[in-house]
């Protein structure tokens, strides 16, 4: 009878704890100056900047960025993990700590202006690739 009360209590103790139980929130904001251009993450239109999306996962993030009258941006960034994340620290942290964990990164992306080329230009690079064929 005892073994069976012990065993019982353990059993709701340990659901009790999963449900109370933490977890990570994990958010991505992407800044471009000058604002409101096109924000592209791996292959995904996520909006205009200034843009929070969430994210699973911790890697290698490819960013396409774009508005009008500037130079498109098309590089990658690295979203490391925190220490809070890494195994054996991730099961204290998210199932065994109340508390919900955010997460927050933000990245900036400066953008150039495009530069206007002028008619002459475009002729005499014409002209130079035209004696380059030659």
Known sequence: MVKNGLFTLITVCLIVSLLLSGCVERKLTINTEPQGALVILNDEEIG??????????????WVRISKEGYESLNTHRPLKRPWH???????????????????????????????????????????????QLR
């Open 48 to 61: 205009t900047s200034p843009v929070t999306v969430s994210f699973e996962w911790y890697g290698d993030y």
């Open 85 to 131: 994340d890494i195994p054996p620290f991730d099961f204290f942290a998210q199932i065994i700590n109340p508390n919900r964990i955010v997460d927050s990164y933000e990245w900036t992306f400066p953008l150039e202006s495009k530069k206007q080329v002028s008619r002459e230009e475009l002729i005499q690079a014409a002209e130079k690739l035209e004696k």
